[in-house]
């Protein structure tokens, strides 16, 4: 399961498996929201899709992620790239280095 949102393969029928409604209204409800996690190419990745699509438009700029905190496993740095580019298209701030 790469996403902390939903199953990677959801069954049909089974909530558990679906998108946690609950937890993407308690992250929508707050002002700013800090992504980290430790593999850009996978979890942080799916993570923040699934965030991004029920994140209201007109606020992904109180989305950061800390891309400084996070790396790509070895032999997908391109879907880091490609993920990477999507945000900062999207609006979603991105921070490379943490001071």
């Known amino acids: 399961m790469y ?3 939903k ?3 959801p069954v049909p029928g089974c909530a558990e498996t679906e998108v946690n ?3 993407v209204r308690e992250l929508v ?12 190419s996978h979890c942080v ?8 699509a029920a994140w209201p438009e007109g606020r992904m700029d109180d989305l950061t992620l800390l891309a400084g905190m996070s790396s790509p496993v070895i032999g ?3 879907q880091a790239v490609e ?4 945000l900062k298209e ?3 701030r991105v921070v490379a280095e943490v001071k």
């Open 3 to 5: 996403s902390v949102f």
């Open 83 to 86: 993920f990477l580019g999507l």
């Open 45 to 52: 990745n799916f993570s923040t899709r699934d965030l991004l």
């Open 90 to 92: 999207r609006g979603v």
């Open 21 to 23: 409604e609950a937890l």
């Open 76 to 78: 997908f740095e391109g």
């Open 29 to 40: 409800a707050e002002p700013r929201v800090m992504i980290c996690g430790q593999a850009l």
């Open 7 to 9: 199953a990677e393969v």
